[in-house]
T-cell receptor, first 119, second 115 residues
Framework: AQKVTQAQTEISVVEKEDVTLDCVYETRDTTYYLFWYKQPPSGELVFLIR??????QNEISGRYSWNFQKSTSSFNFTITASQVVDSAVYFCALSEALGSNFGNEKLTFGTGTRLTIIP | DAMVIQNPRYQVTQFGKPVTLSCSQTLNHNVMYWYQQKSSQAPKLLFH???????NEADTPDNFQSRRPNTSFCFLDIRSPGLGDAAMYLCATSKTGRGRKGSLHFGNGTRLTVT
């Protein structure tokens, strides 16, 4: 069975500090996708990134960066120079194929990390 | 913009009174999913439609049903809501095909309150 662990339940940092959200996963699949989603207080899930299991290159998008390490089954997310608008719950997720067709899949989510940025 | 739309954003129903949540999409995706997210918990898959084929998760209660009359619409029916069914319900879509893995699109969710 697939599993995603986000050990940090809540994190608070002062604005402009850097913060890293941890994600550790378990899967038997050789091909899988990892995701990060942001859920602001309004409730919707906002897609941040998708990473193929074959691509271990780190990725940077503005103030966001992701560190994927297959050897430790981790996919950590760092926000640089945090802002109040970054306050949200962040979910890490792992995809599992529901059939033989690409795109028919189930996301297993971690329990989320609530990030609060203090002005 | 093409998107996944859920109505209403907030729904209040009484204990035991049937309620229907709706989801529509303009993405022409062939797979539609319903996730349940209880307070401070991770979203959990209830069921999904692959084209017209309905697929229930093993632990989804019988109280939850779904209908997909056409490609664009999918409904979640809760036959007799209990207090424990209060949650955010998230609809998502995806399109199958090579290179499509990992392309789920979520709606904004419907927050259900049971009184």
């Amino acid at each position: 069975a697939q599993k995603v662990t986000q050990a940090q339940t809540e994190i608070s940092v002062v604005e402009k500090e850097d913060v890293t959200l941890d994600c550790v996963y378990e899967t038997r699949d050789t091909t899988y996708y990892l995701f990060w989603y942001k859920q602001p207080p309004s409730g919707e899930l906002v897609f941040l990134i998708r990473r193929n299991s074959f691509d271990e290159q780190n990725e940077i998008s503005g103030r966001y960066s992701w560190n994927f390490q297959k050897s430790t089954s981790s996919f950590n997310f760092t926000i640089t120079a945090s802002q109040v608008v970054d306050s949200a719950v962040y979910f890490c997720a792992l995809s599992e194929a529901l059939g033989s067709n690409f795109g028919n899949e189930k996301l297993t989510f971690g329990t989320g990390t609530r990030l609060t940025i203090i002005p | 913009d093409a998107m996944v739309i859920q109505n209403p954003r907030y729904q209040v129903t009484q204990f035991g009174k049937p309620v229907t949540l709706s989801c529509s999409q303009t993405l022409n995706h062939n797979v539609m999913y319903w996730y349940q997210q209880k307070s401070s918990q991770a979203p959990k898959l209830l069921f999904h439609y692959y084209d017209k084929d309905f697929n229930n998760e093993a632990d989804t209660p019988d109280n939850f049903q779904s209908r997909r009359p056409n490609t664009s619409f999918c409904f979640l029916d809760i036959r007799s809501p209990g207090l424990g069914d209060a949650a955010m319900y998230l609809c998502a879509t995806s399109k199958t095909g090579r290179g499509r893995k990992g392309s789920l699109h979520f709606g904004n969710g419907t927050r259900l309150t049971v009184t």
